[in-house]
Structures are given as structure tokens and as C-alpha cells.
């Protein structure tokens, strides 16, 4: 068992503020690098002008949301998520399909099951070019030592 100590020191205002402040800032340049990682693949719809309506509705089990895309030169892009819950089995479910610019389509499906000692997520991709991908992860924890361990498994692409 450790324990606690504690250390006593001076630090003048103007120390202070540049020791908080920096830390501030240090935080906000790896967001701001997280994001633009993220931002990145959407880069090119990201600049142009579209405009895009979320339609979100709650269900007795869940909800759905639907965001249709359009662009200044008229084309289309759509994003339908279904989510739904099962108390009683202890189950999540998650959909997703998706379509294009350029009128292609995908779709995402998770299932996250609740377990005795954490939960267990199976997704399954289809990728516009029709590639196929999975993942399985198995989280479980043990609450006496204090320790998680997380297993994943990722399936390799398929061509459907």
C-alpha cells in the first residue's frame, strides 16, 4: 500500500498563471491535433458549402436519427442509425447505413452485451468498396485487484 505525501512550495502569481496557462495550451494543441486527424478524412465536404439536417426521434426501446447531406452542386449523401436496448437481455444494438457523394453505400452493426464483469462488443463493417470487416472486444475486470483487461480481436477484410 502507498501512501500519501504531500510537498509545501512557493509559487509566485505570475509563476502560476504561466504554469497553468501552458498547461492550458498544451492540452488544447492535442485536441486540436486529435481533431484534426479526425477531421481530415472529411476534409474536402468539410470546406465546401452543404447544409445537413439531423432528425433525431426517441423510440419506446431506443431511437433513430437521420442525417441527409447536400451540396452546392446538388448531390447527396445520407447517414441512418437505429439504436436500440434490451434491459431484460442486457443488450445494446447499434445500425448504421450510410450513403455516398458519389452514390456509394455502407453500414456498421454493434452489439454490446452486458456481462458479469463488464461488457462484450461485436462490430461488423461493409465498406463502400464492399470490403467486409469485424471486431471483437471482451472487456472484463476484476474489482479486487483493481485491473481491466481488454481482448480484441479484428477480422480480416473480405470482398463480399
Avoid at 432528425?55 to 442525417?67: L, P, S, V, Y
Wanted: proline letters at 3%.
Amino acid at each position: 500500500m502507498t501512501s500519501a505525501k504531500s510537498v509545501n512550495f512557493f509559487v509566485t502569481p505570475t509563476a502560476a498563471a504561466l504554469l497553468v496557462g501552458s498547461g492550458s495550451a498544451l492540452a488544447r494543441d492535442n485536441q486540436a491535433g486529435e481533431a484534426g486527424r479526425h477531421r481530415a478524412a472529411n476534409a474536402m465536404r468539410a470546406t465546401q458549402p452543404h447544409t445537413r439536417t439531423t432528425e433525431r426521434q426517441r423510440t419506446e426501446n431506443g431511437h433513430t436519427r437521420a442525417d441527409p447531406w447536400r451540396s452546392a452542386d446538388g448531390k447527396a449523401a445520407t447517414r441512418d442509425a437505429v439504436g436500440t436496448s434490451d434491459r431484460n437481455a442486457r443488450t445494446r444494438t447499434r445500425t448504421v447505413d450510410y450513403t455516398t457523394f458519389d452514390d456509394r453505400e455502407g453500414s456498421r452493426s454493434d452489439v454490446i452485451q452486458r456481462t458479469d464483469d463488464r461488457y462484450t462488443r461485436d462490430t461488423a463493417r461493409t465498406l463502400p468498396n464492399g470490403e467486409m470487416h469485424t471486431r471483437a472486444v471482451d472487456v472484463s475486470c476484476d474489482k479486487e485487484a483493481r485491473k481491466c483487461i481488454q481482448q480484441v480481436e479484428v477480422g480480416q477484410p473480405k470482398e463480399e
